[in-house]
């Protein structure tokens, strides 16, 4: 499969199954609308009025040797067999604290509680989803859980604990832990800073960007804008992060289309690592992204990604998210057709040890798989998210993005649709969008360096 494109004023051509990307001239790009389907006499005729013959015929020779070298044209049918990975599980998003100290308004967390009571991760709990994660690993070695909530922070000393007993575990069990901490930075004083520092592999830190954007949407418990509250805390951190895992996340909503801005500012604020991601919500809240939005999205992504290019000519490096692709190694086989691993490889669990595919369905008992006490109860919520692979999900076979993407979101693909085999439309669109972008990026930085 070939997807091809105009961007930055280049002709960008990427073969799908094999991450080649090449940039090509006007006859070239215009000629691969027909080849090779039709044959040579009909792609010279077809074009002998605007090029010479000669022209065309040296352009079919270097189509014809790409295809024959296996970078163009290509197709690769994986079978399900790639697709096992001996149900085992990996990674788990601990939900330490089912409470939180803001009120943002598309908090999918519903301010915390996730549409439930209010409470805090026993120790006792957290130590059975420790001993829950190193059984269901097997013989996998190397194991991530991430402290999540709600806002972890306020319930710090048990995920002290944690951290301990993780580790002893890990020992005892020949396995590596690597922790990460989700946070609104609300808590993050300097002892705090240094504790996350020293035992966190990574650390995301919430902030929307521009001042006026954060505080419409992510308000202090006293209905006030927590941007004064956070933002020196989340400098700090990353300061003294420095060059060690990290990123400050936002989230734009249709009340800040323009979040090129908000990237900007936050690069303009010293941070090096950021995330921006489109709220997912239903359209009937005012702050809703739907498919009205895309043109402006589109081209705002545009927008950032030459911004990007430009900070970075000019010196001032940062790192967006969402402009990485590595076209020479990228995932593995297994990671491209299962994306995020949602309910297979990774879970999420409750303060009261319940557990659920991921942290967005938490709270949907549909969902509910089982929990740590017992393990997995429910194995066809596992059979559901095993089916929901590249193939297997019909809207994904034929886009060109599948494997950059994974199949998107399962939560987005449900909570629109009613089902996690047909994935989120605008989702789809926008990832489409800033995929080109990346791969453009990746096409000038390569070029600058050679």
């Not at 609308?33 to 074009?47: A, Q, S």
């Not at 034929?398 to 439309?425: D, L, Q, R, S, V």
Request: hydrophobic share 35%.
């Amino acid at each position: 499969m070939i997807h091809k494109y105009k961007l930055n004023g280049m002709n960008i051509v990427l073969d799908v199954d094999t991450s080649t990307v090449l940039t090509v001239d006007d006859l070239t790009y215009a000629l691969m609308d027909g080849y090779p389907e039709k044959t040579r006499n009909e792609l010279i005729e077809d074009f002998a009025e605007s090029y010479s013959r000669e022209e065309i015929g040296e352009c079919l020779d270097e189509l014809d040797s790409l295809k024959a070298e296996g970078l163009l044209f290509t197709e690769i049918k994986y079978q399900k067999d790639h697709y096992a990975n001996g149900d085992l599980i990996k990674s788990m998003c601990l939900h330490v604290a089912h409470d939180c100290n803001l009120k943002c308004n598309y908090c999918f967390a519903a301010q915390g509680d996730f549409d439930g009571e209010k409470m805090l991760m026993p120790l006792e709990v957290g130590k059975k989803a420790i001993d829950f994660i190193v059984t269901q690993s097997k013989n996998r070695e190397n194991l991530e859980i991430d402290f999540f909530g709600g806002e972890p922070l306020m319930n710090l000393d048990v995920v002290k604990q944690l951290v301990v007993y993780g580790n002893e575990m890990a020992e005892k069990h020949h396995k590596k832990f690597k922790y990460t901490m989700t946070t609104n930075g609300v808590l993050l004083d300097a002892e705090t800073r240094e504790y996350l520092n020293e035992t966190m592999d990574n650390i995301v830190l919430s902030l929307d960007g521009r001042k006026e954007v954060n505080d419409r949407m992510r308000q202090t418990v006293n209905d006030k804008g927590s941007f004064d509250v956070i933002i020196n805390n989340i400098k700090a951190m990353a300061e003294l992060r420095g060059d060690r895992d990290h990123y400050v996340r936002g989230t734009y909503t249709h009340y800040n289309l323009d979040f090129s801005k908000d990237v900007q500012f936050l690069a303009e604020q010293g941070f090096k690592s950021i995330s921006v991601e489109p709220v997912v919500s239903e359209s009937s809240k005012g702050y809703a992204i739907t498919e009205a939005d895309l043109p402006v999205i589109m081209e705002e992504y545009d927008k950032l990604a030459l911004s990007y290019l430009k900070r970075h000519e000019d010196g001032l490096h940062y790192n967006f998210f969402h402009f990485n692709v590595d076209l020479d190694q990228g995932p593995c086989v297994y990671k491209r057709l299962s994306g995020c691993g949602a309910g297979r490889d990774y879970v999420a669990v409750t303060p009261e040890g319940d557990v659920y595919p991921c942290h967005q369905f938490v709270g949907n008992e549909i969902f509910k798989m089982g929990d740590v006490f017992r393990g997995i109860e429910n194995t066809e919520i596992r059979k559901e998210f095993e089916a929901g692979n590249l193939l297997e999900k019909e809207a994904c076979t034929e886009c060109w993005c599948k494997y950059f993407c994974g199949g998107g979101c399962h939560a987005n693909a449900y909570n629109f649709n009613g089902t996690i085999m047909k994935p989120h439309n605008v989702s789809c669109e926008i990832e489409r969008r800033r995929v080109e972008n990346a791969i453009m990026i990746s096409i000038v930085e390569e070029s600058e360096q050679a």
